[in-house]
């Protein structure tokens, strides 16, 4: 695993390979950034580098029994730390403390990544501390979270910080393409959804993305036809399950937004649904910009009732027979 797979982290990784080539490595990072935009693919390569038999420019090599041990998640020396159910536990912390205070058994350097370092409780905070405060000769440490804000000033000090963005739309759209085998149209709409996150794009369901958006638009088109006992039972039926009561605000912000964007700049490049540029185009064609301000304005004060626990029934058909005025 080498410096070279890591999609659109140029900063971070060039940070990390002056600090190899200069032999000037801090015992301890914290690799901080949004949930799944590469971070602990980062803290890997890194701990694949210094431990390489054949280290070079890109880090580790990929094909020496260490680089691939690393890879395998197999390497004695190499410890990767996740929390267990809903924290990371002190009795966690003491088991990889106890081999970090051991010389390295055939590596480099003892390394430890620690995923998700801000769901530590306090005691195996704490302990930690100690770690950090006197880290072992031939140790390397990187912490990874989404939420640095959240750690103990005293952890959060005691580490070089390293920031990674997310990642741009056109990055991770090329990599999707490569990694999924995705045409362009639909790696192009799953890298809007994933928000710079790689790890997003790769699980995401692009078919089931495609049919939600698909059902939205022919709810919304045919709501002018329902009559009340219709319209109230749809309310109903989205009433019952607030996640998906929810799913479906956050798709008619979001398609509301498009059809916005494209009625004023007609580029389907900046659409996060693409493919529905004609329906967009007939929407704007027939739906007056005042009003489709005051529809996105309806969704978004729904989501906010949503939120505050105000009943999902009433804010359903308010939604729905304000949305079927036609």
């Known amino acids: 695993m080498s410096f070279a797979a890591i999609e659109g982290h140029e900063k971070p990784v060039k940070i990390l390979k002056r600090a190899l080539a200069n032999k000037t490595l801090a015992h301890s990072y914290l690799f901080s950034g949004e949930a799944g935009i590469g971070k602990k ?76 370092v801000d769901r530590m409780n306090a005691a195996s905070s704490n302990a930690f501390l100690k770690t950090l405060e006197e880290p072992p000769g031939e140790t390397l440490i990187v912490l990874i979270t989404s939420l640095p804000q959240s750690l103990l000033p005293t952890i959060r000090s005691r580490c070089q910080e390293i920031r990674f963005q997310p990642l741009s739309r056109l990055t991770l759209a090329q990599a999707l393409t490569r990694k999924r085998g995705l045409s362009d149209a639909d790696a192009w709409f799953v890298a ?33 036809q329902m009559g009340p006992g219709e319209t109230l039972a749809l309310a109903e039926a989205f009433a019952k399950d607030r996640d998906r009561f929810d799913r479906l605000l956050m798709i008619g912000i979001e398609c509301l937004r498009d059809a916005m964007v494209y009625r004023e700049t007609k580029d389907e490049r900046l659409l996060v649904f693409a493919q529905a540029g004609e329906q967009y185009r007939k929407w704007g064609e027939r739906v007056p910009r005042a009003q489709m301000l005051t529809d996105l304005e309806l969704f978004a004060a729904s989501q906010s009732l949503l939120e505050r626990r105000v009943s999902a029934q009433l804010v359903a058909e308010n939604l729905f027979f304000k949305m079927g005025r036609g």
């Open 41 to 116: 693919t980062t803290a890997l390569a890194l701990a694949a580098a210094v431990n390489c038999q054949n280290v070079g420019e890109e880090g580790g090599c990929d094909v020496c029994p260490s680089c691939r041990k690393v890879a395998a998640g197999g390497h004695p020396d190499v410890h990767l730390l996740v929390p267990d159910g809903e924290e990371i536990k002190i009795d966690q912390v003491r088991l990889v403390q106890s081999d970090l205070a051991l010389k390295p058994f055939e590596g480099t350097k003892k390394t430890l990544v620690i995923d998700g």
């Open 192 to 224: 809007a959804l994933s928000q710079g996150s790689m790890g997003r794009g790769l699980d995401m369901d692009v078919e089931q993305e495609k049919t939600e958006r698909s059902r939205l638009m022919d709810l919304w088109s045919g709501l002018p």
